[in-house]
């Protein structure tokens, strides 16, 4: 438990014996200080949680992959793969932005196509590659911005792919039904989804795929 939710849980435990007595508590004792949680959001990429946790993450994949692909061989095989804080990472922007996600400056961000590889998810592609998988992107970026896109996942290292699958410009649906409605169109063309990594539980929810891997984001959520 963090120091918040410790902090929350005491004051929960002293105030609710009195509670038949005294007015609710404000507001700004029961919801987070936003400069404590950048602050523990912040030390948790410097000191090295993010990291590790990361790490353990893909190496699960990596250990199911090997593990369970020889069942697979004579089933095309494919690993579907998130782009943004799974793939490659925006923490440079989010960093000059004080962790805040602003539409504009974040699209002339992803324009410049200068995401940073997240090393770890790219061995496990090359090793995906490597093994036989067809490797599938499917994003929540825009039709519009596939040329960035591209051109950023290429000089991350993702050198070629299956399919590189984006929203359509203007759509408004959210990622919890246009994934898996995605992931059913792939197994629909014969392969076989053995392997899901994303950031979002909205990457992996809804099925078609045989395993799920949570990789950590405590910047933002995405339903």
Known sequence: ???????????????????????????????????????????????????????????????????????????????VLDID??????????????????????????????????PEVLDLYRWSRAHGLAVFFISGRLERQRGSTESNLRKAGYLDWQELILKPDGSNQPSSTFKPEQRRRIIGQGYSIVANLGDQESDLSGGYSEAEFKLPNPIYWIP
Do not use: H
């Open 1 to 79: 438990m963090d120091q918040l939710s410790k902090l929350s849980l005491i004051v929960m435990l002293l105030v609710t014996p009195l509670a038949w007595a005294q007015p609710a508590l404000p507001r700004d004792l029961t919801l987070p200080n936003l400069g404590v949680a950048k602050r523990l959001v912040r030390e948790y990429y410097s000191d090295g949680g993010y990291r590790a946790d990361l790490q353990r993450v893909v190496e699960s994949a990596r250990t199911y992959l090997e593990r369970n692909l020889p069942r697979y061989a004579l089933l095309k095989p494919a690993l």
């Open 85 to 118: 804080e799974t793939s490659i990472s925006n923490l440079d922007y989010f960093q000059r932005y004080d962790l805040a996600f602003l539409p504009q400056e974040f699209s002339a961000w992803l324009e410049l196509g200068e995401s940073p590889v997240i």
